[in-house]
């Protein structure tokens, strides 16, 4: 198994994973997504809301906002000695305390911790008008995407097959498939269809190409063929904020090595 | 207000808003804004193209 990137921000990644089966591929997605923990707002304490959105809609926008995530200063709730009673190893508390006329924004959220804060300052939650009040107090912790998505560090996270684009005797670079392609990866080289240089991997595999060839009347097999690599995968990851992509494949990856072995301990148990 | 994050793909979206707004009222081109804002997905584009603000017109009955 390989992992090779094409690039790697920390806001999104972009690899390709060799050597693996679709199982693994699929099954490290879902541990991106769902497993690897994030920091979220989830209880409020609202002294005052004078502000036009209810208290509800008020807390649900808290509860979006990316924090950032120090995955390795602080426990899970669900794991915690407290027993999710919430003590300052797994918990965060947020203060804030405005009064308009203003925009609030998660800038005015004031973390008791000096890692975990709000991603974004500038992210507007409510507008308040002249003698209107917010004050609240907030506890965040981590917990998993599956239990709701504002735990996920991720946004998109997804992978296609690598593609394989080749074309036999029978083209005659008549051109009809350049045109219909949506990602414009196509072109003739000569009597026959070529790839622009390092388009190869914006292909969506939509088959168009094929369809189009089929089209121009060349018998029951189009002279393109679009065919997908099964041990090869092209992932796209994009992070919400709260942990940079980076940290979000390793964790993830992580999540898999300690199920594996979990299993493995397991089925030794048995076995005697 | 404008939603934090986008409904489908959960990228925060909301501090793109004040931006997006001052260059449409400028009478700019949406498509252009929306490229430079960085919103590269149509579930991101449309969550500020069809935002309507109504958070002035709840004010005035707290
Ligand atoms: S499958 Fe679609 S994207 Fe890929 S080369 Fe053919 S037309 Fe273009
Ligand atoms: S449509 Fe078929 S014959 Fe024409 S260039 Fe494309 S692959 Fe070759
Ligand atoms: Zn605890
Ligand atoms: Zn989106």
Redesign the interface.
């Given at each position: 198994m390989k992992i090779e990137f094409s690039s790697l921000e920390e806001g999104s990644a972009s690899f390709a994973l060799d050597d693996a089966s679709i199982a693994f591929a699929n099954a490290l997605r879902r541990a991106m997504i769902s497993e690897v923990m994030a920091f979220a707002i989830e209880d409020v304490k609202i002294y005052d809301n004078?502000?036009?959105?209810f208290d509800e809609i008020l807390t649900h926008?808290l509860g979006?906002?990316?924090l950032v995530t120090d995955p390795d200063s602080f426990v899970p709730r669900s794991k915690c000695s407290c027993n999710g009673a919430g003590c300052t190893r797994c918990t965060v508390t947020l203060t804030m305390s405005v009064e308009g006329p203003c925009m609030v924004t998660s800038g005015d959220l004031i973390s008791q911790d000096s890692v975990v804060r709000p991603a974004?300052d500038?992210?507007?939650?409510?507008?308040l008008?002249k003698n209107?009040k917010v004050v609240i107090e907030a506890q965040a912790y981590m917990e998993r995407g599956m239990e709701h998505?504002k735990w996920?560090p991720?946004?998109?996270c997804g992978y296609k097959n690598y593609p394989i684009i080749t074309h036999d005797d029978r083209c005659d670079g008549c051109g009809l498939c350049v045109e219909v392609c949506p990602k414009e990866i196509l072109l003739v080289k000569g009597s026959a269809i070529g790839l622009k240089d390092g388009a190869l991997e914006s292909c969506s595999l939509c088959r168009l190409c094929e369809q189009a060839c089929l089209n121009s009347g060349i018998g029951d097999e189009p002279a393109i063929h679009i065919k997908m690599d099964d041990r090869r995968f092209l992932f796209t990851v994009?992070s919400?904020?709260a942990l940079p992509t980076v940290r979000i494949i390793k964790q993830g990856l992580l999540f898999l090595k300690n199920q594996s072995d979990e299993l493995y301990e397991a089925l030794s148990e048995i076995r005697g | 207000m404008i939603p934090v994050r986008c409904f489908t793909c959960g990228k925060v979206i909301s501090t793109a808003y004040e931006e997006y707004k001052r260059r449409r009222d400028e009478n700019e081109d949406p498509k252009k804004i929306l490229d430079d804002l960085g919103m590269d997905r149509y579930c991101c584009r449309c969550m500020l193209l069809t935002h309507k603000e109504i958070i002035d017109e709840l004010n005035p009955y707290q």
């Open positions: 004078a502000s036009a959105l926008r979006l906002i990316p974004l500038n992210i507007p939650i409510v507008k008008e209107q998505a996920s991720t946004t998109i994009e919400a904020g | -």
